[in-house]
């Protein structure tokens, strides 16, 4: 009978969603446990440096990547041409190497272990870099010009 004469023709549940939490004695337990972890969230994803370590080992993939690339194309074609430029190039990509592995950062174990199970599964592919454990051969205009 009491609900026939209140002002308020809604009942609590249609009276919003702050509402069902904050004036529901069931519920207080839960709105504390959300506001504490709204409120402690952010300070642990600041204090963990989180969004620092991902930029840095996108940016220390992607370096890596293109030394490999790199020292593949040293491998195949400026390794046919004289010692001197091979060599010169050699040198600068390794200074390069040197850099990238001066910031490394290393991936704690379970993400080690589930990188290693993937590659172990056949997921990532090196076919490129284990083809021919031997230099390619000089193409027919160098050889020609070595004979004379």
């Given at each position: 009978m009491?609900?026939?004469?209140?002002?308020?023709?809604?009942?609590?549940?249609?009276?919003g969603?702050?509402?069902?939490?904050?004036?529901?004695?069931?519920?207080?337990?839960?709105?504390?446990?959300?506001?504490?972890?709204?409120?402690?969230?952010?300070?642990?994803?600041?204090?963990?440096d989180?969004?620092?370590?991902?930029?840095?080992?996108?940016?220390?993939?992607?370096?890596?990547?293109?030394?490999?690339?790199?020292?593949?194309?040293?491998?195949?074609?400026?390794?046919?041409?004289?010692?001197?430029?091979?060599?010169?190039?050699?040198d600068?990509?390794?200074?390069?190497?040197?850099?990238?592995?001066?910031?490394?950062?290393?991936?704690?174990?379970?993400?080690?272990?589930?990188?290693?199970?993937?590659?172990?599964?056949?997921?990532?592919?090196?076919?490129?870099?284990?083809?021919?454990?031997?230099?390619?051969?000089?193409?027919?205009?160098?050889?020609?010009?070595?004979?004379?």
């Amino acid at each position: 009978m009491e609900a026939l004469f209140r002002s308020d023709p809604y009942p609590p549940w249609r009276r919003g969603h702050l509402a069902l939490l904050t004036k529901q004695n069931g519920y207080k337990w839960v709105t504390g446990i959300c506001a504490l972890l709204a409120g402690m969230a952010p300070a642990i994803y600041k204090a963990l440096d989180f969004d620092v370590n991902l930029n840095s080992i996108a940016q220390l993939a992607q370096s890596s990547k293109a030394l490999q690339d790199r020292f593949r194309q040293v491998w195949r074609v400026t390794a046919l041409g004289p010692f001197e430029d091979f060599k010169k190039e050699f040198d600068d990509l390794m200074a390069r190497k040197d850099a990238a592995r001066t910031t490394s950062l290393v991936a704690p174990e379970r993400f080690f272990l589930k990188a290693r199970k993937k590659i172990e599964a056949g997921h990532y592919n090196f076919a490129v870099d284990e083809r021919s454990s031997q230099a390619p051969e000089a193409p027919d205009n160098l050889r020609n010009s070595e004979k004379t």
